[in-house]
């Protein structure tokens, strides 16, 4: 088990982070194929949190004016017109330079009975739809590099900022590959989803699950919620709908697998995701000895400086 | 109808050009110039306690007296920048391993202290074996203190950063030696300013060395180093390195000259760590830096089955 402590895949979360008996992990399974971009999760999340709000001005860009997760926007709808034909997912030798970018469009043909149109052949517009949430990682960066103790695992495999010990050194910030925690400018700490802590504590739901009303976000123990995604993706290939793959399901993967995973209708950087995440103390071990030999090196030359000659 | 394209589009798929990353929320000059402060008083603790001990009062006094101020004036760029200064103590709640801030608290903590007590004794003349004992501490935690913000920057997501982290605390290493060399010229007769010499050069060639390592091996993650203002920061500060180098060897017997290359090196020390962290956060805010290695990745695996 401490053979994966930095990076890797790590079962017991929570047994690692030292609680004796914790109840299972749990997470989020956001199937993106049925979310309708109402945001009514963004709503939810501000409310029950009390999260201030974000700035009100429109980002001119898509429905989407929230723009990204930050330290006052937990949730954020993304949202994405498309016009141009789809990759398939398993055409290896497409690069990113044959990946269409999302474009501006000339006069919208819209299809009535398929919005999302998810399907290789379609070449009219689509629309996607994906609320992005924290990852809370199986080795989560902001964790590792928090100085404070202020992120905490907690006894469901979540990770929590705690407010009243975080001096605001904003370390967490860059760390994070997913680009999610961030700091509260006027205040100064930095904040995030925290699953909902309190809610889980006395055993209800997230607030955002709760208010989806189509079921897109999902909370649940993590070993269930991916064994429904599977099924719910190998539903969607059945029914032709070829471009739906997972996301941050897999304990293999560069974060030892997300607790909020996803399932997807296109590449992750198409919603402002990384394609390949990496925690960023998997390589601190390295780090660590590059550092040691370059503070060797600083003392060798201060030996060899003295030396020799008198003068 | 748009007309088709002649030229493919080369920009990797992005949401909306949006970056991926959040990009630090360090400040300037705050945390580059704590990177030269810590730096500089780490180096100039190995030159003190190589001055004590082969007896050259002029050169212990000078780098004493930087050790200190250094990491007087680290600390306090370190506390103005953090969100909630007056917490700042928190940093000393645990002792984390995995995070180079913790680490880095730990050592420039009791490196402030005891540079503080070695330079105090070596002004007031007090308990001078306290004060030798002090700066023997100092000494041993200088080298720790000057190369850990390599770990420092390297461990994060930042692109530019995490990359070349292999190089970084090396380049750090070399410009911390050539700032504290350079102070010690400035401060120190030619007669005793002998190892800062030394050391200078020694500094000014792994200085380069790591950079040049770094912009080679990082391919298009290393972009930002060589474009725009963190590039003519990175390209000035090698030309100044190099002047000071050629400067502190021809003035063996000029003060002036002598304190023509410490000045240079200065600046250059300078340069550096702010054209480090300007390259930082050019390569957060772009997602292309952040998704075409990592698709690159994914290409490699899946050609490797």
């Not at chain 1, 902001?142 to 404070?148: G, I, N, R, S, W």
């Not at chain 1, 190998?234 to 793959?245: K, P, S, T, Y």
């Amino acid at each position: 088990m401490t053979s994966h402590r930095l990076s890797g895949p790590l079962h017991e979360v929570s047994a690692e982070a030292g609680y004796a008996a914790p109840p299972p992990r749990v997470g989020f399974f956001t199937d993106t194929s049925v979310c309708i971009g109402c945001k009514a999760c963004e709503v939810a999340c501000k409310q029950w949190n009390g999260v201030p709000e974000d700035g009100l001005l429109l980002t001119g860009m898509s429905y989407d004016n929230t723009g990204q997760l930050d330290a006052n926007s937990w949730r954020h709808v993304a949202f994405i017109e498309q016009s141009a034909p789809i990759v398939p997912v398993l055409d290896k030798e497409a690069t990113i330079e044959t990946r269409r970018a999302p474009t501006d469009l000339g006069m919208p043909r819209l299809r009535p009975n398929d919005p999302q149109g998810t399907s290789t052949n379609d070449t009219d517009l689509r629309w996607l739809m994906s609320s992005d949430v924290c990852k809370h990682c199986t080795h989560a960066a902001c964790l590792d590099v928090c100085p404070t103790g202020a992120l905490f695992r907690t006894e469901f495999g979540t990770v929590v900022v705690q407010p009243d010990v975080c001096n605001g050194c904003g370390y967490c910030v860059p760390a994070c590959p997913y680009g999610v925690i961030d700091q509260r400018k006027e205040d100064g700490r930095v904040f995030k989803c925290t699953l909902c802590y309190d809610r889980l504590k006395v055993g209800e739901e997230p607030a955002c699950a709760k208010a989806c009303p189509t079921e897109s976000i999902q909370f649940g123990e993590l070993d269930v919620l991916r064994e429904r995604a599977d099924r719910r993706v190998a539903e969607l290939h059945a029914q032709g709908v070829d471009v739906a793959r997972l996301y941050g399901q897999d304990p293999d993967d560069g974060v030892g697998g997300d607790g909020a995973f996803f399932l997807l209708l296109d590449e992750p950087e198409v919603y402002g995701l990384p394609p390949d995440p990496v925690v960023t103390t998997r390589d601190l071990p390295s780090i660590w000895r590059h550092v040691g030999a370059a503070a060797l090196t600083l003392a060798a030359a201060g030996v060899a400086a003295f030396a020799g000659r008198r003068r | 109808m748009r007309e088709p394209r002649v030229v493919p589009d080369v920009e990797p798929a992005s949401y909306y050009g949006r970056p991926i990353l959040k990009a630090p929320v360090w400040k300037q000059p705050d945390v580059p110039l704590y990177l030269y402060l810590g730096g500089v008083a780490g180096a100039s603790a190995v030159l003190a306690e190589g001055a004590a001990l082969t007896g050259r009062p002029a050169l212990e006094r000078v780098t004493r007296l930087a050790a200190a101020a250094g990491a007087g004036l680290g600390t306090v760029a370190l506390v103005h920048d953090l969100g909630r200064p007056e917490r700042f103590l928190n940093m000393l709640r645990v002792f984390k391993p995995t995070s180079p801030l913790s680490v880095g608290s730990w050592i420039l903590a009791p490196f402030g202290g005891l540079a503080a007590g070695a330079a105090l004794s070596e002004v007031t003349g007090r308990l001078p074996w306290l004060g030798r004992l002090a700066g023997a501490g100092a000494g041993l935690l200088g080298p720790a203190l000057a190369t850990y913000t390599g770990a420092l920057i390297s461990n994060t997501a930042v692109p530019a950063w995490h990359a070349a982290y292999r190089e970084m605390p090396f380049l750090f290493a070399g410009s911390a030696s050539t700032a504290a060399a350079g102070i010690a010229l400035i401060g120190t007769p030619v007669d005793e300013a002998g190892p800062a010499r030394r050391l200078a050069v020694v500094g000014a060639g792994v200085e380069i060395v790591a950079a040049e390592l770094l912009l080679n091996r990082l391919g298009m993650v290393g972009e930002p180093y060589r474009q725009g203002r963190p590039g003519r920061f990175m390209k000035t500060a090698r030309n100044l390195t190099i002047a000071g180098v050629a400067t502190a060897l021809l003035g063996r017997r000029s003060r002036s000259l002598a304190v023509a290359a410490g000045a240079s090196f200065q600046a250059a020390s300078v340069l550096t760590r702010f054209a480090v962290f300007q390259a930082g956060l050019a390569s957060a805010k772009d997602p292309k830096y952040t998704v075409v290695p990592q698709r690159e990745r994914i290409r490699e695996r899946t050609l490797a089955g």
